[in-house]
């Protein structure tokens, strides 16, 4: 493994070393394509990898108390759940328009004769999984294809897990390298680190909508009647729905399950292109940080339309904070920002 890698995980994992971590574990599947990532001798989460998802995902996600906080569909059908959106799954990264081709909105759920419009995120290979006292990384590869397998971006991704008594937190760093085609990051509504939460983390809403992908398929989403009571603040102090298309350095959904507070926080980094990130934070449950969609959440004031020559790179660094037990504040994720914004990266 490349030593910048080792360092940048070194790094990543300083700041929580201070605060009682969990030891690390990760049980490999080669044959079902997937990775459970265990802290402290706990489920947390799984990386799975296989073909038919479109793409690799963490799925589910659980709190340090043992709380599932990602939707269940379409993997695990639970009831009073909705069933829209079958690409929304797990935690993801992707994006909606990569040279003309649909990445965010791909699943089974596409007819055939629509297919050719979607890209595919394939050929996953899992390069390395370090577990430690305090922390643990995982590593992969992949291709971010068309459907006839011409690659247009190779990722390399890696996660650095950790935890403590009531947090749990996942720092990726993904690079994005263009291979034989200039690449195109079209500024568009659906991107980019996403994320499906359970149903109670929706926000309470009494109305019906409709949702219509780059491509003309049409989503419609019920009201809410199944004991939600999620809200979302930013780091600007916009919350509920007003948190949708605005800027920020973190933005935090949080709600009660089972009795218990709990929250998800994604927090942006300094580096990342379009820093502060535009929120795609919808309430119906899909949670997304968007920094390539400037024109749209602008209303066409800014603009950004990324591109990447062959051989050039773009890197893009996350956090996301799993809490229960007790809800954080600004103050508190503004300090977990700060720690964010001061690790290193580089290009591995």
Request: proline content about 4%.
């Amino acid at each position: 493994m490349n030593k910048n890698l080792i360092a940048v995980c070194c790094c990543i994992w300083s700041v929580h070393s201070i605060a009682q971590t969990k030891k690390v574990n990760f049980v490999s599947d080669v044959k079902h394509q997937k990775v459970d990532v265990l802290i402290d001798g706990k489920p947390f989460t799984s990386f799975l990898y296989p073909d038919n998802l479109e793409k690799p995902i963490l799925y589910p996600l659980m709190t340090a108390s043992g709380l599932t906080v990602t939707r269940g569909f379409p993997l695990d059908k639970r009831g009073n759940e909705r069933t829209d959106h079958p690409h929304h799954v797990g935690l993801w990264l992707n994006y909606e328009s990569v040279n003309g081709l649909d990445f965010w909105n791909n699943s089974y759920n596409i007819p055939a004769d629509k297919k050719s419009k979607y890209g595919w995120i394939r050929n996953v290979k899992v390069e390395k999984t370090q577990g430690h006292e305090k922390n643990g990384y995982l590593v992969y590869s992949a291709n971010w294809e068309r459907q006839d397998k011409h690659v247009l971006l190779k990722e390399s991704t890696v996660f650095a897990f950790s935890g403590t008594d009531d947090t749990r937190t996942i720092d990726r760093t993904t690079t994005l390298t263009a291979q034989k085609d200039t690449v195109y990051f079209k500024d568009i509504k659906d991107g980019m680190l996403g994320l499906r939460v359970t149903k109670e983390l929706e926000l309470p809403s009494e109305k019906e909508e409709a949702y219509t992908d780059n491509n003309g398929i049409v989503t419609k989403i019920s009201a809410a009647k199944n004991g939600a009571n999620g809200d979302y603040l930013t780091s600007e102090g916009k919350k509920g729905n007003e948190a949708w298309g605005t800027r920020g350095k973190w933005c935090m959904l949080f709600g009660q399950k089972d009795g218990q507070q709990v929250s998800i926080t994604i927090i942006d980094h300094p580096k990342n292109p379009g820093y502060p990130t535009y929120w795609h934070a919808r309430d119906y449950g899909l949670f997304a940080a968007n920094p390539l969609g400037q024109a749209i959440f602008s209303n066409g004031r800014e603009s950004m339309n990324l591109t990447l020559k062959p051989g050039e790179s773009v890197t893009f660094r996350y956090r996301v904070l799993l809490t229960s037990g007790k809800k954080q504040n600004a103050a508190e994720l503004d300090r977990q920002a700060a720690d964010f914004s001061r690790q290193r990266s580089s290009k591995f």
